[in-house]
């Protein structure tokens, strides 16, 4: 814990900052309970006690989402970091507009077409914390695609994460409880009427004030067949992700 403790002090120089925050990234996404613990810990004492250097570091946080695009064994852990900062330190609502602006469209551009499980479920709690900033319809716009993945368990995830979030953050999202109301009232998991959960999703579009999203056609004769491990079924999903 001393040495993360020092090492960490890189984080105030601009040369070896990118590398500290990739290994700090995998640290608090580690294996072992107390690597986690130390690196986290770390992470946020630093910020606390480094207020001028909050904003760098989340910048820097976001510049590694964007250059190691799609590696996975990066991207991962990188979401949880993020979660374990929006969670912990402050953002001015200024700077947290612009932060939650640029890690959506990031994240959105991340998780297109993945068929990483942990990946998705990764980044919706830090997607999720981001409707405590004013302009977050964005955030919202992102979260009722959510609603409705194609994958029962990244459905269930997004409404538990939004929930948690509504509750926190209450005054944030206009309509709060009713949104709340259809949160609890709906079965999100359920796989085999996707159409009814999209009218609960469109319902809470229609409370909070943001677009419904519109379904893209597509000709029969374009489709292809997705591979294996984009998941064809619910059980392949569960399987992968271990439950």
């Not at 001028?52 to 949880?80: G, I, N, Q, S, Y």
């Not at 830090?126 to 900033?133: D, E, G, K, S, T």
């Not at 489709?223 to 619910?234: C, G, K, M």
């Amino acid at each position: 814990q001393k040495l993360l403790a020092a090492l960490i002090q890189l984080l105030g120089s601009a040369t070896y900052r990118h590398s500290v925050v990739r290994g700090l990234t995998v640290s608090v996404g580690g294996l072992t309970e107390s690597l986690v613990k130390a690196s986290s810990s770390a992470l946020v004492d630093y910020l606390t006690d480094n207020e001028d250097l909050v904003e760098t570091v989340c910048e820097a946080l976001l510049d590694t989402l964007e250059r190691d695009h799609k590696d996975d064994r990066v991207t991962v852990p990188l979401f949880k970091t993020i979660e374990l900062v929006l969670s912990n330190i402050i953002l001015d609502d200024k700077y947290g507009n612009n932060f939650a602006s640029r890690f959506v469209a990031l994240t959105k551009k991340e998780l297109q077409g993945s068929g990483n499980v942990q990946k998705l479920l990764a980044a919706l709690s830090p997607l999720a914390n981001c409707v405590q900033f004013a302009e977050n319809k964005g955030v919202l716009t992102q979260i009722m695609l959510m609603l409705c993945h194609r994958y029962p368990r990244v459905r269930k995830g997004m409404a538990d994460d939004f929930y948690t979030a509504l509750i926190t953050f209450d005054d944030a999202v206009e309509g709060a409880e009713e949104v709340v109301a259809v949160l609890e009232s709906t079965v999100w998991e359920d796989p085999k009427d996707i159409e009814a959960l999209r009218t609960k999703r469109n319902e809470i579009c229609q409370i909070v004030g943001v677009p419904v999203p519109k379904k893209i056609a597509t000709k029969k004769s374009t489709v292809q067949r997705a591979p294996a491990e984009q998941f064809d079924s619910y059980s392949d999903l569960v399987g992968r992700a271990g439950y």
